[in-house]
């Protein structure tokens, strides 16, 4: 899968974007899984402090569609998905 | 009066007579200032029928009770006429510092009305008011004659005005401030070109009074503590700016391509992003009077061909001359931003236009020599080029001008102009953001993004979190942020704001400035009021149901890739069920009770 990074998780996770060779997982197991790569800064990003639920102000997409019209955490991250991240950043 | 200073200026070209008048309490009350107040003010004094360049159409500068407080982010202005693009009513709104410096010098708002038989401009110094001539700024850009006014008259003064783009009544030309600050959309710039009036400069020194000292700074820190703890409002706006959707609206599958003709994924979009912007021009990021949030880019092409310096692109303007014209080289999209604001032209109508253009070439309707130039898809140097002939009329830049209906409409394919009401869409594929499509339909400036913003809730999910592929709630959630983003266009705050704070905090704010006893549904009511009031506007201009609708390509033709393959923007699904949630017939007329019960 390709995880894709914007704003300022681009520099928590030092690369605009990655290929990760992974079995599918859910999105909480993926959240945690990038933590660990990249540490604890992205995890305060990216999970809540327990690390039980995804941080409120982070926007997940996979193939550009958010899990919260899917599955939320519970969502299945497939092998060939692209996974975008987003913090709540806005214009308009 | 509290908030308001409670006067106006009416200033006639024609005999170069200039008034004061009185603002009525109770009409402040019931229509606020900005947006309403002023157009209120426009229907009750204009003819219907009026041309929109006539010496008979006036053209009114408004601020709002908040205008210049202690509110957050409360720069705001209003300019409102006839919007020479749509033949809609016009109100565009900018910020930065003139609207505040307007309040200083002792006026909520100036009437302008007539024509000047030569080049004037008008100069406000604490409660001092005189025209003067402007024939030797005429022909100037905006920076020039900025800097030209203060030196001429006060080192501090702030200014309004018009580049060569007004002058020569190019159909988007805005109204800008301080340089770089624009009340961009319709032409409105256009009418104070045919007015012979150049610009506004303004110098006060003189406060503002608030009914409830206390109880209105207790209203404003709290407003301005939740806007500096929003992730939006507080650390996202200020970082990246506006061009951070580039990435998200194109992740979403929203970021409309090549005219909205190829779909609405650019698969180049990461290199006109805020984060691109953030890494290669920006110097410094720039807030308006009294903003926490400084979401303006000052910005700067150190070298190569496009080398300039300037402010912005905002995320609209890149997309209009970038991905909606299959470029990617975000030092061209800057150049041609900077060149926008100095000619004081629109860059979402410019870009979409040339897109427009370049699709006509594509199917053989436009040639190279027709054109005198080489407007296709994906030509950076092209889209530079002719930002300058647009803005002086030059050769093709001429059709250019009218805007991309008119251009299509002349060669018998108005099908390709992507607007509503003859005003170009910006940035958000109605067919990938359902909300935003009906949004388009039924604003009643024509296609635009800032009378309804369901982009909110449809992708940040705020202040709710919507789907933004079904139609479902989507008529019922519109009408709320029209109503509120009335209410804000009116008492001179950032629409921004409402990223971070709500209705109720906004209430506050108004009431304990104002004094009015109004409750937080009476003041979304006057939103309401505020709407319809400029529907009926739009009746008289002889808008109907039929108006009301997006480009067949977004009903008809399906995108052919991303989270929104297959769909087009189900507008019957949504549109009744709109116009019932309103008040209004099955044609969209509001019903004889509504308007009673707004008091219209």
């Known amino acids: 899968m390709i995880v894709k990074y914007f704003a300022y998780f681009r520099k928590d996770a030092g690369c605009k974007e990655e290929t990760l060779l992974l079995a599918p997982l859910s999105v909480l197991e993926l959240l945690n899984k990038l933590s660990e790569i990249h540490g604890q800064r992205l995890r305060k990003r990216l999970l809540t402090a327990d690390q039980t639920e995804i941080h409120p102000d982070v926007i997940f997409l996979i193939d550009g569609r958010n899990i919260d019209f899917i599955d939320g955490k519970d969502t299945m991250v497939s092998q060939d998905a692209i996974v975008s991240l987003f913090p709540r950043v806005a214009g308009g | ?600």
């Open chain 2, 1 to 600: 009066m509290y908030g308001l200073i409670g006067r106006l200026l009416r200033v006639n070209l024609t005999t170069g007579a200039v008034t004061e008048e009185a603002i009525s309490e109770s009409m402040a009350k019931k229509y606020f200032g900005g947006r309403g107040l002023g157009t209120k003010i426009y229907m009750d004094e204009v003819a219907k029928d009026t041309d929109v360049f006539s010496p008979d159409n006036k053209l009114i500068l408004m601020t709002g009770p908040l205008t210049g407080t202690f509110a957050t982010s409360a720069g705001r202005l209003m300019w409102i006429t006839k919007a020479p693009l749509t033949g809609t009513i016009g109100c565009a709104n900018s910020g930065g510092e003139f609207g505040p410096e307007l309040k200083f010098a002792g006026f909520d708002g100036v009437i302008f009305e007539g024509k000047a038989e030569k080049p004037v401009f008008l100069y406000v110094n604490n409660g001092k008011v005189e025209l003067r001539s402007a024939e030797d700024l005429w022909g100037k850009t905006v920076p020039d004659t900025t800097d030209q006014l203060v030196a001429a008259t006060d080192p501090d003064a702030k200014v309004c005005c018009i580049g060569p783009a007004g002058e020569n009544r190019v159909l988007f030309a805005g109204i800008m401030n301080e340089k770089n600050r624009a009340a961009g959309r319709g032409g409105l710039g256009a009418v104070m070109g045919s007015k012979n009036l150049k610009a506004v400069v303004v110098r006060g020194t003189g406060g503002i009074k608030v009914a409830d000292n206390a109880g209105f700074l207790a209203a404003c820190t709290e407003a301005r503590d939740k806007l500096k703890a929003h992730p939006v409002t507080g650390a996202g706006l200020g970082a990246y700016g506006t061009e951070i959707l580039v990435n998200i609206i194109n992740a979403s599958g929203g970021l409309p391509i090549n005219n909205w003709r190829d779909g609405a994924v650019d698969r180049n979009a990461d290199d006109i992003s805020g984060e691109t912007l953030v890494e290669k021009y920006l110097v410094r990021n720039k807030g308006c009077f009294g903003c926490s949030m400084a979401c303006g880019r000052v910005t700067k092409v150190k070298d190569g061909p496009y080398k300039s310096a300037g402010e912005g692109p905002e995320y609209e303007a890149a997309w209009a001359l970038g991905s909606s014209c299959g470029i990617n080289d975000l030092a061209a999209i800057c150049k041609v931003n900077f060149l926008c604001n100095e000619y004081g032209m629109d860059p979402i109508t410019l870009g979409s236009t040339f897109a427009c253009a370049m699709e006509m070439f594509d199917k053989g309707l436009l040639n190279v020599e027709e054109m005198g130039g080489n407007l296709v898809f994906g030509d950076a140097a092209s889209i530079v080029e002719f930002a300058t002939k647009t803005a002086k009329r030059e050769g093709f830049g001429d059709k250019l001008a009218d805007g991309s209906y008119r251009l299509a409409e002349s060669y018998g394919v108005p099908e390709l102009s992507m607007s509503v009401k003859k005003q170009e869409m910006p940035a958000y594929d109605g067919r990938s953001l359902q909300g935003m499509g009906l949004e388009y339909a039924t604003s009643n400036r024509g296609g635009c993004h800032v009378r309804g913003y369901l982009t909110s809730p449809e992708i940040l999910g705020l202040p709710v979190k919507m789907d933004p592929l079904v139609t479902e709630g989507k008529a019922a959630m519109l009408k709320i942020f029209q109503d509120l983003t009335a209410v804000v266009d009116s008492i001179g705050l950032c629409l921004f704001t409402t990223f971070g704070i709500g209705l109720p905090e906004i209430a506050n704010m108004l009431r304990t400035c104002t004094g009015w006893d109004l409750t937080d549904e009476e003041i979304l009511a006057t939103g309401d009021r505020i709407w319809n009031m400029e529907k009926l506007y739009n009746l008289g201009q002889g808008f109907t149901k039929t108006d009301d609708t997006l480009p067949p390509r977004l009903l008809h033709e399906p995108l052919p890739e991303g989270p929104a393959k297959g769909k087009v923007c189900e507008l019957d699904d949504m549109l009744p069920e709109y116009y019932n949630l309103r008040g209004w017939d099955k044609d969209g007329v509001p019903a004889k009770a509504k308007l009673t019960e707004l008091g219209l």
